[in-house]
């Protein structure tokens, strides 16, 4: 019987009299009460199999849905232990289920924080727990396909590169039949940038699944939206995936600060050593993006590729510091460029803190 059906019957039933209080109406009341009963438990067990909890952990069922997500064994038994702590009764719908999945791991985060015997053990818990949630990003970022620009919504962000080779971070105002309306791009005085009618660029974006692809367009025109100009850009049918990255990958607008680390080679005794000497100068810059691998620093004073850079940022668990190489870095039109640099050395706490931020267990 579903709770609608019982609701109706309820609603239809004669609970209270206005007579007197005879066997017939102790009889009704407690019938009543019994439906009431009826209803709290399939509300209850209803709620509980949409949100995969229960107290019916099934430890065999837990193990089989987790291998067929791509997990390895240590990492099963590593996770059965929040599956039971937490009560899963329906592993299968939340292994499959990506929103189902990211609250599970956001309350095993949060469950570590609770049961850990010391901060060092929780720190260690969470970079295994990461590790399994890493490993099944990389997993689904194999399978999701966009194939055109109108599948895409509205508020996702993207990038686009102008001719020159500048690299210009935007968000979509609106998926129209004619194409798609990007938020205009500012020059380092504030300016909008008026691309005309034609400019080819090639944009790259990131899917939900943390999945990077990328298209070739042109600026079709301006128009107004919401009461604010918006440069147009071609739709796309020819959307292709780029190599999928290891670690997901989340945008971000925050203050970093960095420092250029002057890295020397000496030979002694036939064995080449190097040094490692951190410059005493300051730079601000805008981390863009981020992930376990690495960031993207917005800056006036971008350093070249190879150049090795130390970083202080707060990826939202307190300060921290990095030490990073420059693979990459595109110029910006008037202002500098974004410095694309991989973590070389970086702290346990500080990885699990920006782990925190791009799963948004933080939040």
């Not at 017939?24 to 709290?40: D, P």
């Not at 997500?69 to 990492?75: K, V």
């Not at 938020?183 to 899917?207: I, M, N, Q, W």
Request: net charge positive; proline share 4%.
């Amino acid at each position: 019987m579903t709770a609608q059906l019982v609701l109706a019957q309820v609603g239809s039933t004669n609970l209270y009299t206005t007579g007197g209080s005879g066997p017939g109406s102790g009889i009704m009341i407690a019938v009543g009460a019994v439906v009431l009963l009826l209803i709290l438990y399939a509300v209850v067990r209803n709620r509980a199999g949409l949100s995969g909890r229960s107290s019916n952990f099934d430890r065999s069922s837990f193990r089989k849905a987790a291998r067929s997500a791509g997990l390895p064994e240590e990492e099963v038994r590593f996770l059965e232990e929040f599956g039971k702590a937490l009560s899963l009764s329906n592993p299968d719908f939340v292994f499959r289920n990506p929103q189902r999945l990211d609250a599970f791991f956001k309350d095993a985060y949060r469950h570590i924080d609770k049961a850990a015997d010391s901060e060092s053990d929780a720190e260690e818990r969470k970079a295994r727990l990461f590790a399994a949630r890493e490993r099944l990003s990389h997993a689904s970022a194999q399978g999701g396909a966009v194939r055109s620009t109108r599948q895409l919504g509205r508020g996702a962000p993207l990038t686009f590169i102008a001719p020159g080779e500048e690299s210009y971070p935007s968000v979509i105002l609106a998926v129209e039949p004619s194409g798609l309306a990007v938020e205009p791009v500012s020059d380092s005085y504030g300016e909008a940038l008026r691309f005309h009618r034609g400019t080819k660029l090639t944009c790259y974006f990131y899917a939900k699944s943390h999945q990077g692809f990328q298209f070739a367009t042109r600026v079709t025109g301006w128009e107004k939206i919401g009461g604010k100009e918006a440069m147009v850009l071609a739709h796309s049918d020819s959307v292709s995936a780029l190599p999928a990255r290891r670690h997901a990958r989340r945008e971000m607008k925050a203050p970093c600060t960095f420092y250029r680390v002057a890295v020397t080679a000496t030979k002694s005794k036939g064995q080449q050593r190097s040094a490692a000497k951190v410059e005493n100068i300051p730079y601000p810059g805008t981390i863009v993006d981020i992930s376990a691998g690495g960031l993207g620093i917005q800056t006036a004073n971008p350093l070249p590729a190879g150049e090795f850079v130390k970083i202080a940022f707060d990826a939202g668990g307190g300060e921290q510091a990095a030490f990073a190489k420059v693979i990459r870095m595109n110029k910006a039109k008037n202002y500098g460029g974004i410095m694309h640099a991989q973590f070389v050395k970086i702290s346990r706490q500080g990885l699990n803190a920006i782990l925190s931020f791009v799963y948004g267990y933080a939040d």
